[in-house]
């Protein structure tokens, strides 16, 4: 079997479904519990970059990870880079999700969760200030998993570029003392995903240099283009791999299944204030918050 169609027969379902299977067997049922594991969950997929073809490998694989039970929608930013590798880019990429975002409540709100489909490439804390359901970002997921492993973590992920970013990122989370490393393949995401077969040896390579020279209880395989690496490579490695999109939407579906939201209408409203240049969806939605009462 070609190596990458294994990867693809593996990815993400594993590591997601045994995740939430142990979730539901040890949580205590209550009526409200019992009604939202019965109904079917909507997930709500963004992608910071503009690539239709990213979309569709990402809804794909999330679906066969999430089941049955669960709708998944896809949306591909309408504006910014194809592939974000800078701060510049991911301040552009933070604007077209927010854009996206308002465009799609406009349409259509009624998710349980949203997921960011970039590694470090979105602030899901300023997306959750617009709907009233979890929104998880790959970064955030990962970081929150690999705490349960031990005291100090690596980060593996494709650019070099990426690395002052992603250190920058994990300090202001307030975990930079739990930071073993944060390394990089010399490939990128996009050419991760056109030739996977080329970047196992290095992450192999890279996974075991993190545990043995810099210390890691386990290593983050960030960017979605890493997605079911772990699933091939974790038995020659020595520390657990983190599957960053698998334990994405594991924890997307946990929020939404076991903890209840907020009545987001008691936000203490904004100050009055016009707005230039945005698309028509952005603008209404910004005067829509600062009319809340």
């Known amino acids: 079997m070609n190596m990458n169609s294994s990867r693809r027969n593996f990815i993400l379902g594993a590591s997601a479904l045994a995740t939430i299977a142990v979730t539901q067997k040890t949580i205590a049922s209550t009526d409200s519990t019992a009604n ?21 490998l990402i809804v794909s694989e999330t679906r066969k990870a999430a089941g049955d039970n669960v709708e998944v929608v896809g949306l591909t930013s309408s504006f910014g880079p194809d592939y974000i590798g800078s701060e510049v880019a991911i301040g552009i ?22 997921i960011i489909a970039g590694f470090g490439c979105g602030e899901a804390s300023i997306l959750q200030e617009m709907v009233p359901f979890p929104v998880i970002g790959l970064l955030e997921a990962s970081l929150s998993t ?24 994990v300090e202001n989370f307030g975990l930079a003392n739990r930071l073993a490393s944060v390394r990089t393949v010399s490939m990128t995401g996009a050419e991760i995903v ?5 970047a196992y040896e290095m992450i192999v390579k890279l996974s075991d240099t993190c545990a043995q020279k810099d210390g890691a209880s386990c290593v983050i395989l960030g960017g979605a283009a890493l997605a079911g690496f772990s699933a091939i490579l974790h038995e020659r490695v020595s520390v657990p791999l983190i599957d960053n999109l698998a334990v994405t939407i594991s924890t997307a579906l946990t929020l939404a299944k076991y903890v209840p939201q907020p009545n987001r209408n008691q936000q203490t409203p904004s100050p009055k204030m016009g707005s230039q240049n945005l698309s028509p969806e952005l603008s209404d939605f910004l005067l829509k918050k600062q009319q809340i009462s």
């Open 194 to 198: 056109n030739n996977p077969d080329k």
């Open 36 to 56: 939202n594991l019965m109904k079917k969950i909507r997930l709500l997929v963004l992608n910071p970059n503009t690539s239709e073809k990213f979309t569709q």
């Open 146 to 169: 690999a705490l349960l492993f031990g005291r100090k973590f690596s980060i593996l992920s494709g650019g070099k570029k990426w690395k002052p970013i992603l250190e920058k990122q």
């Open 93 to 114: 990429a933070m604007h077209s999700l927010i854009d996206m975002m308002a465009k799609q409540l406009k349409k259509d709100a009624q998710f349980d969760a949203a």
